[in-house]
C-alpha cells in the first residue's frame, strides 16, 4: 500500500515541518525579480466554475533572465486531510532588464477540489481558498483569495 497519499516531495516535508536544502521549484538565476499587482477573479459561471490569477513579474536586476513563477492552492477547511499548499500551475517568462510582464495562470474547479472516494465525484468544501504566488514552494511573495460556493461537486 502507498502510505503517503497525496503527502509526497514538498507536500510531505511542509506536513513533517521537515526544511529540505533546496525547497521544491527552487533555481538559481543571475538577475532578480519582483512580483506585484496581484488578481484572482472569477471567469466562469456557477455550473462551470474558473478563475484567472494574474499578477506582474519585473526584472529588477542587471542581466536578463528567466523566472518560472508558482502558483499554490491551500485549502485549511476540507473534510479530508489536505497539504498546507498544493501546486495548480506555473508560468515561465524571460525578461530583459527592467521589463515588467502580465502573468496569468487559469485555475479550474478541479484546481480547488479533492476526489471524494465515498461519493465518486470531485467536492470542494471551502468557500474561501488561500492563493499563493511563489518563487519556489518556501518563497511565497503574493497572497490573495479565491471564494467558492459551498460544497460543490463535480462528477
Not at 502558483?71 to 524571460?94: C, M, N, Q, T, W
Request: charged fraction near 25%; include cysteine; charge should be positive.
Amino acid at each position: 500500500m502507498y502510505a503517503e497519499c497525496v503527502f509526497v516531495v514538498y507536500r510531505g516535508y511542509e506536513r513533517s515541518k521537515t526544511k529540505p536544502l533546496f525547497p521544491f521549484g527552487y533555481g538559481l538565476s543571475y538577475t532578480s525579480f519582483k512580483y506585484s499587482n496581484l488578481i484572482v477573479k472569477s471567469v466562469g459561471t456557477s455550473v462551470e466554475p474558473k478563475y484567472e490569477v494574474s499578477f506582474d513579474i519585473t526584472n529588477t536586476g542587471k542581466r536578463a533572465g528567466a523566472e518560472v513563477a508558482q502558483i499554490y492552492v491551500a485549502d485549511g477547511r476540507a473534510s479530508v486531510p489536505r497539504p498546507p499548499k498544493e501546486l495548480k500551475g506555473f508560468s515561465k517568462v524571460v525578461l530583459r532588464p527592467g521589463q515588467t510582464r502580465r502573468v496569468m495562470v487559469p485555475l479550474g474547479f478541479r484546481s480547488l477540489a479533492y476526489y471524494d472516494v465515498a461519493g465518486k465525484q470531485w467536492r470542494a468544501d471551502a468557500e474561501q481558498f488561500d492563493i499563493l504566488v511563489g518563487q519556489s514552494s518556501e518563497q511565497i511573495v503574493l497572497r490573495g483569495r479565491l471564494l467558492l460556493a459551498r460544497g460543490q461537486t463535480h462528477g
